[in-house]
């Protein structure tokens, strides 16, 4: 019984999937989904479904590629086999006249059938055998043998492929000739048994795609019987134990901990048969396998391949050019417009299965290395980018050709690709000079672009159609992160205007710490892939989660109910970066949760083999809020939030320290806010926590807070924040409410010694006390008792 589970790259759990048995019985249910997806009457419609039903498929996400070195799922390999077989086949048919049916006729079809291909027919050919040349693997059997290694798949997936024509309607492999085709084209991706050229670019594809996902972070050699390792990891420590691989260690201890820039060796002899030719060094528990070393002679990948970067600018300034709440998810959902539409044009001109990441305003992915086809691409998604926005958003796309063979060292790839985008970014562009002659010739909601009257108001078309678009919005009356069916269960109107948020509300901007370690540093084209994918899913799903449970809880809910409106409403979740607008009454207690949240969500815990345990956040998240009345203009509320957001990552990274590992410990998040009655706060009136350290105090505000809402200790509360400066006047304050209380309540002294003891907490704390004198007039505002 072997497990073929992947691992994952932000904890390093790794479920147990069972080989054989389990694999086998889940492997016959994806089967059946992907026979339903054989329909349509053209291949690029099945194309589609299948990278559909794969890339939803929890199965083949949680499978692993290599069992040696599960650190690749088999969907994120398959797909980038296919995106990488597509750009060769269309830099060799753009070379070669006549490419396509050649290809075709070295499978015997003739010209008719060949005529039948459309050149995205051809295009989805390629791809349907690509998402499903590994489809075998997970299967332990043949008609002959039981018990086929994980790694020992063609045979399978020549008959599984073989299998599923037999089930779809024979119109349709009988128009492609699908069965004369498509079983070897799918199972022949090894240079032994390839012998078509479609199945020499799978092949190509398939084993760049298989070379880059068995690289990881620790680099070993195996020479003269000693192994000496290194571990370039930044993030994760390694657990490498040298006597559970392919080799047998000579002395001891067999396993030690390396962390940053550690290094060790060992004296080891080989348990490998003479045929042999892999050898896996070691095994890492942390990974839950081990770097492979192939004794034979490397063969370098020849070729090359393109590479299209897309980072939309300026998405924070263009969101925030607003005045009503229609206008802030106008410019929020135009911009998600935006980036959808840049994928949709590389999976046209190329194929979705070629996009490595789409979300935050950033896109990669492969591309041809013909240089027409790359300005083509690059046209095409900068006209786009202008028309979707009326001219509102500026894209800078970048696209570079790269030796195929450049792939195994893809972080390097990745940092000269972002170098040509900030080139791209940092380009002079010429505009016309806005000359305004009236007072109404500027956008009152702007102020930067010539207003027009539009709909019978002086606008804009930037923001006009920001406004469009969110009254567009407000008619759907659905957020992806707002569950409908909550809001209805307890009665609740999703929010259309600011006032319904609160009549005090708080702008919450979040971002997260220090992401660039995570994906700058990623070694292949898989790994930036699947970190991207699994964090840009995981991230949303928490955020999510978050906040369903604040509106399921019926003490946060009581926060956030603004006269039967839900007062919260994300605007914009893009990458690693969130905005919300939410009743000023739960911007802590909700931005507290949230932080936990990502932070358990994402966190490495491992024992290791001496005892010690080792724990550490993967992703961190920093909260930067403005807390203002609702009347307050909106982008002055955005600006502030922006930054109490960077000094909310400043104190984070003051708080991080490098630990014995060399490895940066991270605290759990931060969060920083201000609170605005003018437009011209002092520089001292914000406050920043950190967390896990002052928890407490964010306890004993969320506390007073929810204590502050009744009309109980209102009084109380009102001296609290009122009290003067010295010590004598704090004394007395709470010897004052001591001798009340034992006056009122002698029997009970509990209550109001308690009261006493929280008070004196918020003394002894400047900052929790001028949290304190922030947020509870902002709240009392509302019912109009500041």
């Not at 597509?86 to 830099?91: E, F, I, S």
């Not at 959902?333 to 979705?352: F, H, M, N, P, R």
């Not at 909106?634 to 060399?662: H, P, V």
């Not at 200790?713 to 009122?722: D, Y």
Request: aromatic content about 8%; overall charge neutral; charged content about 30%.
């Amino acid at each position: 019984m072997e497990n073929i589970a992947v691992t994952n790259w932000f904890t390093k759990i790794r479920k147990q999937i069972d080989y054989p048995g389990e694999s086998d019985e889940k492997l016959d249910g994806l089967l059946e989904e992907i026979i339903k997806g054989f329909n349509g009457n053209n291949l690029g419609k099945i194309a589609d479904n299948i990278y559909e039903l794969l890339k939803n498929s929890d199965f083949y996400n949680s499978i692993c590629s290599e069992s040696r070195l599960p650190v690749c799922s088999l969907f994120h390999h398959s797909k980038n086999t296919a995106g990488i077989a597509v750009c060769l086949a269309a830099q060799k048919s753009d070379a070669m006249l006549d490419f396509k049916n050649k290809c075709l006729g070295q499978y015997g079809l003739n010209t008719a059938v060949c005529g039948n291909y459309s050149d995205k027919d051809f295009t989805a050919l390629i791809r349907i055998a690509s998402l499903l040349h590994d489809i075998g693997k997970p299967r332990s059997y043949t008609p002959d043998t039981k018990g086929v290694p994980f790694y020992h798949h063609t045979t399978q997936t020549e008959e599984i492929v073989g299998h599923i024509l037999e089930k779809v309607p024979e119109s349709l492999t009988t128009k492609y000739e699908l069965k004369k085709i498509l079983p070897k084209l799918a199972a022949k991706h090894h240079s032994r048994d390839s012998e078509t050229d479609l199945e020499k670019i799978i092949g190509q594809a398939d084993s760049v795609a298989s070379a880059a996902d068995r690289v990881y972070e620790i680099k070993g050699n195996f020479e003269n019987d000693s192994v000496n390792v290194e571990s370039h990891d930044k993030i994760f420590p390694h657990e490498i134990n040298f006597d559970r691989g392919d080799l047998q260690c000579m002395e001891e201890p067999h396993s030690e901990i390396l962390g940053y820039r550690g290094k060790t060796s060992k004296s080891v002899k080989s348990k490998l048969k003479p045929d042999e030719k892999t050898v896996r060094l070691f095994i890492d528990s942390v990974v839950s396998g081990g770097t492979l070393k192939y004794l034979g002679t490397e063969s370098k990948f020849s070729g090359s391949i393109g590479l299209l970067a897309l980072d939309i600018m300026q998405i924070q300034d263009y969101i925030k050019e607003a005045e009503r709440l229609p206008m802030l998810r106008g410019g929020s959902a135009i911009v998600e417009y935006t980036l959808d539409y840049a994928g949709q044009i590389i999976s046209k001109e190329v194929c979705e299965d070629a996009i490595l990441f789409k979300g935050g305003g950033n896109l990669l992915a492969f591309v041809p290395s013909d240089e027409r086809i790359q300005n083509n691409i690059k046209e095409k998604i900068n006209k786009m980018i202008d028309d979707t926005s009326s001219g509102g958003l500026k894209g800078a796309v970048a696209t570079k050709t790269i030796p195929m063979n450049d792939l195994k060292q893809f972080h390097k790839v990745l940092k000269d690709i972002q170098d040509d985008v900030d080139v791209e970014k940092n380009k002079v562009h010429r505009r016309n000079i806005t000359k305004p002659i009236h007072r109404d010739d500027i956008c009152p909601f702007c102020f930067k672009r010539n207003a027009h009257t539009l709909n019978n108001i002086r606008i804009c078309k930037v923001c006009s159609e920001k406004e469009g678009e969110g009254k567009e919005q407000k008619y759907k009356q659905k957020n992806k992160y707002v569950d409908e069916e909550l809001l209805k269960r307890y009665k609740l109107y999703y929010p259309s205007e600011l006032e319904h948020i609160g009549e005090s509300i708080a702008v919450i901007a979040i971002d997260g710490n220090m992401m660039g370690r995570l994906f700058t540093h990623t070694l292949t084209p898989a790994e930036y892939n699947y970190k991207s994918e699994f964090f840009d899913k995981n991230f949303k799903s928490i955020i999510r989660k978050t906040i369903s449970d604040f509106i399921s809880n019926d003490e946060t809910r009581l926060l956030i109910n603004n006269q039967g409106y839900a007062g919260i409403d994300p605007l914009y979740v893009g990458g690693d970066d969130m905005l919300l607008i939410i009743n000023a009454k739960a911007a802590i207690k909700f931005s507290e949760r949230l932080i936990k949240n990502i932070h358990d969500g994402f966190k490495f815990s491992r024992k290791f083999f001496d005892g010690t345990l080792f724990e550490n956040p993967t992703v961190t998240v920093s909260c930067g809020m403005a807390i203002a009345d609702a009347k307050f203009p909106i982008y002055f509320l955005l600006d502030e939030a922006r930054k109490m957001e960077s000094k909310a990552k400043e104190a984070f990274r003051n708080k991080t320290e490098t630990d014995n590992l060399n490895i940066i410990k991270l605290p759990a998040g931060s969060i920083a806010f201000t609170a605005v009655s003018g437009a011209m706060p002092s520089n001292d009136s914000n406050v920043c926590f950190v967390l896990p350290d002052n928890e407490t105090d964010i306890s004993d505000l969320n506390y007073l807070i929810m204590e502050s809402l009744s009309d109980k200790k209102r009084t109380l509360i009102s001296g609290l924040i009122t009290c003067g400066k010295s010590d004598v006047e704090r004394l007395n304050f709470i010897k004052s409410n001591y001798a009340s209380g034992l006056r009122r309540n002698p029997s009970h002294p509990e209550e109001w010694l308690d009261d006493c003891e929280w008070m004196v907490r918020i003394f002894m704390s400047e900052d929790l006390l001028k949290s304190a004198k922030m947020i509870i007039p902002k709240i009392w505002h509302v019912k109009g008792e500041a």
